[in-house]
């Protein structure tokens, strides 16, 4: 039997796409989102809502009759605030008004689905067996990332939250379909930098210096040795470097090149292994040149894994207003991270993915690319399927 949350949303439609766009046009960086802050904030007072700060530039935002003291289980749906580093470049009416940086990985749809989905529910605040709180959080981006700063600072606790739930946009897939997956669904996203130290030198006299140009190229090279000859090729992971910084002039050898990247992993043994092997490859390729190596490993989030049992009861919610092909089980985890992991591991609760891809408006560019977009007509569902999830917890929880 229908809730009806999914039609609710489709009215409000006009009003999620704008409220996206806005968001996109102000984009901030980790830690910045003073602004985003301020706007959400105003929207949510407007709509009934009592906001609290939280990590400095986040909010938790309370309904009507959580704020009157309403008594029973609470549940909280979450949003990231942040953006990235990133020129756009898509040339639409509503791009990014602030040179450098872009909402490149969806987190402006997120707090929209967010704030749709609390105005879903605090429409049936009186009949609910119990509250929700919207947490929109800062900082997914920089590790160790937001979500630890708000579990550390016990918002979550004080207001009685037992479960959370999430998602996140995914354009490899069709618009407005619902992706689950039980177990392993993100992976652990850890970061090194690894600098390499020579002996600076003339670059017309090579022979008198220690390249350290020439030996972190061969250390980017023998890196990539440990996914395809070290790791099980069963067990996923991923070492990739994404900067390399080095030198002065094109006739300077440098006395120091400095490699950093990331690491990505599902199994606890293979993000143990990564770093160790990484130093060991490094150390020798160093060492055999005559150089040495400074490396510094840089824990950032935990993999992200759905209970099962979370899952099971999380399809069988959203059935009941979404059709059967719309909601489609992944078969194999992401190697990307996602810092709602911390909060899996310390209560129930599950992570969703939202297909936003329409090929025929050119919709297909991935997260962090600069032509990233989405298709907004699935605002709506996603706004629609967190509700949904919220509610149907409530009801089971206060059921016991």
Same mark, same amino acid.
């Given at each position: 039997?229908s ?5 609710? =949303?489709? =009215? ?19 830690y910045q ?5 301020? /706007? ?8 009934g ?8 530039? *986040?909010?938790?935002?309370?309904p ?8 029973g ?15 756009e470049?898509?040339? &639409? ?9 872009? !909402?490149?990985? *969806?987190? +402006?749809? !997120? ?29 997914e ?8 700063r ?7 606790a004080?207001?009685?939250v037992e479960?959370? /739930?999430?998602l ?13 997956? @039980?177990?392993p669904?993100?992976?652990?996203? +850890?970061?090194?930098?690894? $600098?390499?130290i020579? @002996?600076g ?15 972190a190229?061969?250390? &980017? ?6 996914v395809?000859?070290?790791?099980d ?14 030198g ?10 400095t ?7 599902h ?6 292994q ?30 992200l ?6 899952? +099971? ?9 979404? +059709? ?8 194999r ?7 709602f ?10 992570f969703?993915?939202l297909g ?8 297909? !560019?991935?997260?962090?690319s600069p ?23 409530? $009801? ?5």
């Amino acid at each position: 039997m229908s809730t009806g949350l999914l039609a609710r =949303a489709q =009215a409000l439609a006009g009003e999620l796409t704008a409220l996206r766009r806005s968001l996109h046009q102000e984009p901030e960086l980790s830690y910045q989102e003073r602004d985003t802050q301020l /706007f959400l904030r105003q929207r949510l007072e407007a709509a009934g809502f009592t906001c609290r700060v939280v990590a400095d530039t *986040g909010l938790l935002a309370f309904p009507p009759a959580t704020a009157r003291g309403r008594a029973g289980p609470v549940v909280a749906l979450r949003a990231e605030l942040d953006a990235l580093p990133i020129h756009e470049a898509n040339e &639409v009416s509503y791009r990014s008004r602030r040179d450098g940086v872009m !909402h490149a990985c *969806g987190h +402006d749809a !997120h707090m929209t689905m967010v704030f749709g989905a609390g105005q879903l529910l605090a429409s049936l605040a009186e009949s609910l067996p119990g509250s929700f709180v919207l947490l929109f959080q800062p900082a997914e981006e920089v590790p160790p990332g937001g979500a630890r700063r708000v579990l550390d600072e016990g918002v979550l606790a004080e207001a009685g939250v037992e479960a959370i /739930f999430g998602l996140h946009v995914d354009t490899r897939y069709p618009s407005g379909s619902i992706l689950l997956r @039980k177990g392993p669904l993100m992976a652990a996203s +850890d970061r090194f930098r690894l $600098t390499v130290i020579g @002996k600076g030198g003339h670059a017309g006299y090579p022979h008198l210096a220690v390249d350290a140009v020439v030996i972190a190229a061969q250390i &980017v090279l023998g890196l990539q040795a440990i996914v395809a000859r070290r790791l099980d090729p069963m067990e996923p992971g991923v070492v990739s470097i994404g900067r390399i910084e080095g030198g002065t002039a094109d006739n300077i050898l440098p006395e120091r090149v400095t490699l950093s990247g990331t690491l990505r992993s599902h199994s606890s043994d293979v993000r143990r292994q990564l770093p160790e092997w990484i130093r060991e490859i490094a150390t020798g390729i160093a060492s055999g040149a005559g150089a040495r190596v400074e490396f510094e490993y840089l824990p950032g989030h935990p993999g992200l894994s759905n209970d099962p049992a979370v899952i +099971d009861f999380l399809a069988e919610a959203l059935a009941s207003d979404f +059709d059967t092909g719309q909601i489609i089980e992944l078969t194999r985890p992401i190697m990307g991270g996602e810092d709602f992991a911390h909060y899996l591991e310390v209560m129930p609760g599950a992570f969703l993915r939202l297909g936003v891809r329409n090929e025929a408006g050119g919709i297909v !560019h991935p997260i962090h690319s600069p032509r990233f977009n989405l298709d907004e007509s699935a605002l709506p569902v996603g706004a629609a399927a967190l509700a949904i999830a919220a509610r149907a917890w409530l $009801t089971r929880s206060a059921a016991g």
